[in-house]
Each structure stands twice: as C-alpha cells, then as structure tokens.
C-alpha cells in the first residue's frame, strides 16, 4: 500500500498510499536525558515490562514493525550520549520473544555481518521468521568498529584492502550464503506419511557447498526456510557502502541523509541505483529516523523539550581565571565558544545569547541558533531567550527531531513523503512510554485521517505491511503460533 509517484504539472512531486511506519526501539528514550523525565522508563533491568507494553502498543497503532538494531561493544561513556547502548538484551532474542507477544507487527532484528556466522543467523532467522508467521526482517550491519572488533577477536580489517571495501564484499558473500542456506531446505518435501513411515517424500534438501573468499558451507540447513522463502532484508547507514549494498540486495533502507533537500536527492539517487542494478525502484522502501517532541500544543511541545534541554548532564566549565580540568571537556561552554567563534569569551551555560554575540558566531554558532529555534522557538533577543545551555545542547545531540503539535509532527512526515524525501520514517521515542504512546494517540490518528497511514492492518506479514508485493516472494498461508487450537493436557 506504499505509494506510487505522479508529476503534477507544476513539476512538484504528490503521492497517494501509505507512509512506511515503524520505531526503532531504544527501551532508554533516544534524547539521552529522556530518562530522567518523571515516569520515565529509566531502569534496563524492567526492559521486559517496557518491551511488551511498547510492542502491544505499537501493534494497536498498526505500525508496520519494531526495529532493534546492535552496537556490539560498550563504553563508559555512552551513559551521557548514548544511554540505551550502555547495556541492553540481544536483539535476535528480544524479536523472538516478541513474536510470541505479538500477532501482526514486522519485527527487525540485527546480525553483524562481520562479527556473526551466516549458518548460525540463516537459522536464527528463519526460525524467528516461522514463530512469528512471516513478520521477521533481517538488519545486516556491515559496521567493523574496533571495539566491537575487539570483543570477537578481530581486527576489523581484511586482507584484502580497507575494512570498509572487505566488508561490503563479505556482505555480499555472507547475503549470498543466507539465501542459499535457505533455499536448501524444501518446506514442500515435507510429507509425512504414517501409512509408508516415511516423514519426508525425499526431495527436502539440496547441497551448497559454497567455498568463496570469506565462508565455507556445506549446507544445508537444519530448520524449515522463512515461510515465503526468504525474509525482508534491512540496511541500515548513510555511507556508499551501505547505500550500494541497500542498493542491490535490500528491501527497506534506513537512512539519516540530513535535511529536506538533501533527503530528495538521496532518494531519487538511490531509487536510480536500484533500478541500475536491475531492480524496480518500488522493490527498495527507504526510511529516515525521526525524533518527535509531541503534545497537545506546540508551546507544550517546545516546554517538554526545553525540561529534557535543561536534563542533559553537561561538563564542569571552570569559570575565567579559575583553571581546572573538566571530567567531559567536550560538553562544556568553554568548548562551544571556540567551536562558534568566540574563543576568548567567557560564558555560564544560563547566560543568554545577546544578539551582538550571535553577530559573531561563525556558521556552525548560526546553524544552532536556527536548531535551537526550531526545537524551542527561542531567538536571541527574543521573548524566550537562547541561553549557551541550549546552544550547547544543541551541538551535542545531532538527532532529527521535530517539536510540536500532533499536527506539526504529522506536516513533517506528509511533506517529506509527498515530495519523495522518504518513503517513511522510524520513530524514535524521546523516552518511555509517554513519549511513545504521545506519538502513537496524537499523531498516527492524523495520519490516518489524512489518508497516509492505515486504519487497520491488510497484511499478515512484514512484507505485506512494507508493500513489496510482487517483488519478495508472496508469503505462504501462515497460521500464527498462537491461532493453533491446542487444549492444556488434564
Ligand atoms: C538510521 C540508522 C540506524 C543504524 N543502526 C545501526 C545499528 O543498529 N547498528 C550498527 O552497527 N550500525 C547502525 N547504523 C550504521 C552506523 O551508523 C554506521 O553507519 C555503520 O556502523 C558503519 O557503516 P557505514 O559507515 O557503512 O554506514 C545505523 C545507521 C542509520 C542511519
């Protein structure tokens, strides 16, 4: 039900059809003091309880899937930046047990190409794709970051060049392994047959043998292939690497290209090497992140933002004259003035902006003035003064936000879906629940009435939802696990 493109005669461009839906989950809130906000979802040891209630939710809003990427390594200090990656359960597992709490959403989970083992994710796979009836999609990350390299007693780098060039090729033989794996178990020779005592009819598997460069299989596989053969493959990242890998082989791309304009050239780019290598465009759906701040009001929306502006932990800045060593010396004022072009001054995080020292900000100081205003309609000089707080905070959370009404929020997503920026979003929640349920009760209803979301799902299974119709193959008739009559043994 995605859309299909026209021209109107004035050249811009107008869409009918659905926006692709869904959330990419960070059980912390993805506004790193989103945590802190009273009745906030703040303790990853109740993530379960977390977990559930936003994928009940989400299913009852009819996104199309929940998406759980992976960072394979931990640090200190994500818990300023990043706190949702500081420690957080294993995104194949928590798919898995939320295919048995969910009935129709798609479910993405994450392999690392290099740090993970195509025979072992083949039947990860297909088996999460059979208990969930078809609504799994597999998030490949071709990423080779060194601490994460470290942890699987790598060096991220290949023999045969750069890391990044090694990875693309071993992604493209690690996709290629997967999908042979797959086709190597017939689900059809499946027969059992009590009366000949014989369970298969002979013909359910075929050899692979596959000897390439990075893997050596022999196949085949010990688990029933996904339940229409194969599954919606995911790629995630801006870079030309993953752009051509999401290019050749993926169904949904999730890519943060930056604002309006830039995003419409990504797009057209990309729907082009799509078709260059011989794919119809519609067979690739491209997504971009999205951080919506939602209330009822836009001034409600700008006070929210500003209390989790106010949140955000930043470093000691020694005041003038008084030397001293700042534990996070990139998140202080003192850093933010020579970034801006005011090296010499001195600044409180609560001083206000006054319109002669925005005067002398550099690009990058008028680049945050014009963020800071779009998130808080504050402006030097204005009624609601910008102060070194919000210009800081500004610099040092780099996230696609979009702060304001459920109409607001909703003109965002339409405008960036009519003029062919995006095919959809994923949503990301400040914080747990309320900022999840917010966009959920706000904004999906007016998406809805505004004809670009759907009021109730038509598809059973993740492919179904993203619309790539005739191009994955068609999802057999799959009963969901829980639709099987049982009766509990007496
Ligand atoms: C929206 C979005 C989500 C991403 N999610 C992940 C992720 O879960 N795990 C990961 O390793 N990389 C993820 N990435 C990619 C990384 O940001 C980074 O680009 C990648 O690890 C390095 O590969 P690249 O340089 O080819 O993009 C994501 C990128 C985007 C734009």
Not at 11 to 30: N, W
Not at 220 to 230: D, K
Request: with cysteine.
């Amino acid at each position: 039900m995605t859309g299909q493109t026209r021209t109107e005669p004035d050249g811009f461009f107008t869409r009918s059809g659905h926006v692709v839906l869904g959330s990419m989950v960070r059980t912390l809130g993805a506004f790193p003091s989103g945590w802190r906000m009273p009745g906030a979802h703040a303790d990853p040891a109740a993530d379960p309880r977390a977990l559930k209630r936003l994928a009940v939710a989400a299913e009852r809003a009819h996104l199309d899937f929940l998406y759980f990427g992976d960072w394979l390594s931990t640090s200190a200090e994500l818990e300023l930046t990043d706190p949702h990656l500081l420690v957080r359960t294993d995104p194949l597992s928590t798919v898995a047990w939320l295919a048995a709490l969910t009935r129709r959403i798609g479910l993405v989970g994450t392999a690392s190409v290099p740090h993970s083992d195509p025979y072992q994710v083949a039947r990860s796979a297909a088996s999460i794709d059979r208990l969930s009836a078809g609504r799994f999609g597999l998030n490949l990350t071709l990423g080779t970051e060194p601490r994460a390299a470290a942890n699987f007693g790598r060096t991220g780098a290949g023999a045969e060049g750069s890391a990044e060039a090694n990875a693309f090729l071993q992604g493209d033989e690690y996709l290629y392994v997967v999908r042979a794996l797959w086709a190597s178990v017939d689900a059809r020779g499946v027969a059992p047959d009590a009366r000949t005592g014989r369970l298969t009819d002979g013909t359910v598997f075929a050899p692979v043998d596959h000897h390439g460069p990075h893997y050596s299989v022999a196949g085949p596989l010990n688990a029933l292939p996904p339940v229409a053969g194969t599954v919606p493959i995911v790629q995630s990242g801006a870079s030309e690497r993953s752009r051509e890998f999401a290019a050749r082989h993926a169904d949904l791309y999730l890519a943060g290209p930056g604002g309006l304009g830039e995003s419409i050239k990504f797009y057209r780019d990309t729907k082009q090497l799509v078709e260059a290598y011989g794919r119809p465009r519609t067979a690739l759906r491209i997504v971009a992140p999205l951080l919506p701040v939602v209330a009822s009001t836009r001034e409600e929306a700008f006070d929210l933002y500003d209390r989790l502006a106010d949140a955000v932990l930043l470093g000691e800045s020694p005041g003038e004259g008084q030397p001293g060593q700042s534990e996070h010396p990139e998140r202080t004022v003192r850093r933010l003035l020579q970034l801006v072009g005011l090296p010499l001054a001195s600044r409180e995080p609560g001083d206000p902006v006054t319109l002669a020292d925005a005067e002398r900000f550099n690009a990058l100081g008028h680049r945050l003035l014009e963020l800071v205003a779009e998130r808080s309609g504050r402006e030097p000089g204005g009624v609601r003064s910008v102060t070194y707080r919000h210009l800081l905070v500004a610099h040092l959370t780099p996230l696609p936000l979009v702060v304001g009404s459920a109409c607001d929020v909703a003109d965002h997503i339409e405008t960036w879906y009519r003029a062919s920026a995006v095919d959809g979003f994923t949503l990301m929640a400040a914080y747990l629940p309320h900022q999840f349920d917010a966009f959920l009760d706000l904004v999906v209803p007016e998406l809805v009435r505004r004809g670009l979301f759907r009021g109730a799902y038509e598809g059973r299974t993740l492919a179904e939802h993203l619309g790539l119709g005739d191009t994955a193959p068609r999802a057999a008739a799959a009963e969901h696990p829980a639709d099987v009559p049982w009766a509990p043994c007496t």
